[in-house]
């Protein structure tokens, strides 16, 4: 199911938010998205099933192949097919995975906090609204975690602003309309390419395979470089 959490329907997307209920909390927020029925999740509702698995997977995770570290929590049923909880899924995949290949463990439960608190933060509908996908961001907070980045850090400011970068120039080269999945795979291979070329760190992992296309309305097929060609 790729629409309203609560209904299926399609969601509507609008440039100007208007004030809307919760249909799970109750509290009231400006929202950008809602469902063709009138239905609104807010965001901390949305991905409130998919933190735990997050945590879970990257906690007993053994491998350094972020892909398929993220692959498991998407494939969980507490994780839609669309939402900001990507955002949080980039980061904590890849930091499971490059604690993994570098064997360094010590700080990795606070870098995982550090990615779920800054991750939260990153609201829904950034890929549309902003011009600046979560799942980009998502990388950059990663690598401003696990290097200790600050506003005023000199290299790491640098390196960390260039692979979000680098994350939207290959997710903007494709274009629209938007996947997560699809977000969350480029974000992740372009990751694993900087982290080989500027920290000699290598994740590895395969080609990446979409296996979530049949669930996504908007899924752009052959357009996609993840498509899964036997579909
Ligand atoms: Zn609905
Ligand atoms: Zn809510």
């Known amino acids: 199911m790729s629409g309203c959490l609560i209904c299926g329907k399609p ?39 998919a933190i735990y698995v997050i945590r879970a997977v990257c906690k007993s995770a053994q491998t350094s192949d972020a892909w398929a570290i993220a692959r498991e929590i998407m494939r969980s049923p507490a994780v839609e097919t669309h939402g900001p909880e990507h955002h949080i899924i980039v980061g904590s995949a890849l930091l499971a995975a490059y604690c993994n290949a ?30 600046a996908c979560g799942a980009a961001i998502g990388a950059g907070i990663f690598l ?5 980045s600050t506003p005023l850090a000199t290299e790491t400011h640098g390196l960390c602003n260039r692979l979000t970068a680098r994350c939207l120039a290959a997710i903007g080269e494709i274009g629209g309309p ?29 080609r990446i395979i979409c296996e979530f296309s049949t669930k996504n309305d908007e899924c752009i097929g052959d357009r996609c470089p993840f498509a899964n060609s036997e579909f």
């Open 102 to 131: 570098s064997e360094s463990y010590e700080n990795f439960e606070k870098y995982l906090e550090i990615i779920e608190k800054r991750g939260k933060k990153v609201p829904g509908g950034t890929c549309g609204f902003w011009g």
């Open 178 to 206: 938007r996947c997560c999945k699809r977000n969350v795979a480029l974000a992740i291979r372009e990751t694993t390419a900087f982290l080989r070329e500027n920290f000699g760190v290598n994740l590895g992992g395969e």
């Open 11 to 49: 969601l509507l997307y609008v440039q100007n938010t208007k004030r809307k209920r919760c249909k799970i909390c109750g509290n009231i927020f400006s929202a950008d998205a809602f469902c063709l029925g009138g239905h609104y999740v807010c965001d901390a509702c949305h991905g409130k099933g």
């Open 144 to 148: 401003a975690a696990v290097t200790n």
